[in-house]
């Protein structure tokens, strides 16, 4: 589902009434990337771009100009001739970036004009603080394309004063409209039709990678045409790695197999954990450190609500986690032993990314979408259970946005017996 230009226009008109007067901001929709040789890796639009725009296309740029002129909002558009266009497929036209915007096509140029109209406003209207999209990971983390321009704009302009629009951005984000929850439920089900596909297809002695052929193949088919990061799928001890992604080792009878995959919708992000025996029947011991796991996801899930800390829910959690390991004989009475099984936080937000903005330490409010994924991952018996749902927090609680995606262990041996 688009977002519709009356949102994008109050998020627009959100971020500047924010800006300080005698301001401008600019936001980078990104490039292509070179590979190798004359190859160029898929494109992956700058999400605040995105999310401001609706717009998914290389070279493109969003300024907003706050001036004693009023506020004026401008795009940019990569503008290409009817010969590259036989080269490289069709370009968004102005007519067409302004219905999909919401910004008025008189508002709109061509890239080559960004420079010359940037000096403009910077000549005459007396512009002195200057807005970028400044995020960074961390503090060893490359420059990114809106940083590099930032500087340069420093550059030619030394009098200006950076400020960052990353944590405006991110608070907008956090809270989610209905059409971007709707792109999330869109997600989840098409990453369900791919959970059932490799159930389906589920045999003692298949590879890693042939499960996810069969995941991709299903949600493919299905229209999907962007994984929202790349799947995990690990048998055996391998799902006592987090983030294994090799998915080359063999799924041997007896193994249980643990997936965290997603599909993207319109760039929403599903984040689904799933774990199964590889011949559709658990084992005792598996049974039981299937069902801890899947008890303390159930009650940290029933804590969800407006005004909680996921601080809270980590804790509570750990605590819950400590409980099971005791009772599985894996630990004594230390509770710090849990981290020896469980070494991750409890969730994060999702959306526009699958570790969305906002961090990981923040108050819950309706309308943010959250995952809960517990999970005990014991080594010496070659065993790894993750469960992960995304659950959207509602003025009165939760909703699970993913609870057909079967996890019940009668379901899914009666499933895979089907």
């Not at 998914?56 to 401008?74: D, I």
């Amino acid at each position: 589902m688009s977002i519709n230009v009356e949102t994008l226009q109050a998020r627009r008109k959100n971020l500047m009434d924010g800006m300080c007067d005698g301001s401008i901001a600019v936001i980078l929709s990104g490039n292509l990337l070179a590979r190798t040789g004359d190859q160029f890796h898929d494109f992956v639009v700058w999400r605040n771009f995105f999310y401001l725009t609706n717009i998914n296309r290389a070279n493109f740029a969003l300024v907003l100009v706050k001036s004693n002129e009023g506020t004026r909002e401008l795009l940019f558009i990569d503008e290409v001739s009817e010969l590259e266009e036989k080269w490289s497929g069709h370009r968004m036209k102005k007519d067409e970036a302004s219905r999909v915007s919401g910004i008025k096509e008189a508002s709109i140029h061509g890239m080559p004009d960004l420079q010359k109209t940037l000096g403009s406003y910077m000549m005459n209207e007396g512009i002195c603080q200057g807005y970028f999209d400044l995020e960074r990971i961390t503090y060893q983390h490359l420059d990114t394309e809106q940083v590099v321009f930032a500087k340069e704009f420093q550059a030619k302009y030394p009098s200006i004063q950076l400020n960052n629009l990353y944590p405006t951005l991110a608070k907008m984000r956090q809270v989610k409209s209905a059409e971007e929850v709707e792109n999330l439920r869109m997600a989840i089900e098409k990453t369900r039709l791919g959970i059932e596909a490799m159930m389906k297809a589920s045999n003692p002695d298949m590879f890693e990678y042939e499960f996810e052929a069969h995941y991709d193949f299903a949600v493919k088919l299905a229209g999907v045409q962007e994984r929202a990061f790349h799947t995990i799928a690990a048998s055996g001890v391998n799902a006592t790695v987090l983030h294994y992604d090799t998915n080359n080792s063999q799924a041997l009878d007896g193994d249980l197999i643990l997936f965290d995959l997603g599909c993207a919708w319109n760039h929403y992000s599903a984040d689904i954990t799933r774990t199964f025996p590889v011949n559709g029947k658990f084992t005792k011991r598996q049974k039981e450190v299937y069902s801890a796991v899947l008890d303390v996801e159930k009650t940290v899930i029933r804590a969800i609500k407006p005004g909680v800390k996921m601080s809270e829910l980590n804790k509570l959690a750990r605590e819950l986690l400590a409980d099971k390991c005791r009772e599985l004989g894996l630990i004594g009475d230390n509770d710090d032993d849990v981290k020896k099984y469980y070494y991750h936080s409890i969730g994060h937000s999702l959306g526009l990314d699958t570790h969305d903005v906002g961090g990981r330490e923040f108050v819950l409010e309706a309308g943010m979408v959250i995952t809960i994924e517990p999970g005990l991952y014991i080594e010496a018996e070659q065993v790894g259970v993750r469960i992960e749902d995304n659950i959207l927090v509602t003025e009165d609680g939760y909703e699970n946005l993913s609870a057909a995606i079967i996890k019940e262990v009668d379901e899914i041996e009666a499933f895979m017996v089907r």
